[in-house]
């Protein structure tokens, strides 16, 4: 069945450095767009980045353009996010999810069929 499994959130301090991944497993991978969502608590889901199927087409939110980068490697079925100089305002849950869709990518989280079970960024000041 098909997995994405995200790693390499943790607590840093206001500034750090994190990179997320998010390792798929039972789909064709480059069949799919990516994205990154996240959730801060009592908040609502919101987007963050999001990639084409060939790695050929980026979005990022205004909110971290700059400082987040979206990436892919096909071979090894796995999505990035390497988030810099982090915020207190970043932290929440960071969810991957990934939509089939070539070519291009969706924004709507709805369009995505599938999520990860989520990792956890903590920012502190």
């Known amino acids: 069945q098909v997995q994405l499994v995200e790693s390499g959130g943790g607590l840093v301090q206001a500034g750090d450095s994190l990179r997320l991944s998010c390792a798929a497993s039972?789909?064709?991978?480059?069949?799919?767009?990516m994205g990154w969502f996240r959730q801060a608590p009592g908040k609502e889901r919101e987007a963050v980045a999001f990639?084409?199927?060939?790695?050929?087409?980026?979005y990022h939110v205004d909110s971290v353009k700059g400082r987040f980068t979206i990436s892919r490697d096909n071979a090894k079925k796995t999505v990035y996010l390497q988030m810099n100089s982090l915020k207190p305002e970043d932290t929440a849950v960071y969810y991957c999810?990934?939509?089939?869709?070539?070519?291009?990518?969706?924004?709507?989280?709805?369009?995505?069929?599938?999520w990860g079970q989520g990792t956890q960024v903590t920012v502190s000041s």
């Open positions: 990639i084409s199927g060939s790695g050929a087409s980026t």
């Open positions: 999810a990934g939509d089939r869709r070539v070519p291009g990518y969706s924004v709507t989280a709805e369009d995505y069929d599938y």
């Open positions: 039972g789909l064709p991978f480059s069949w799919y767009a």
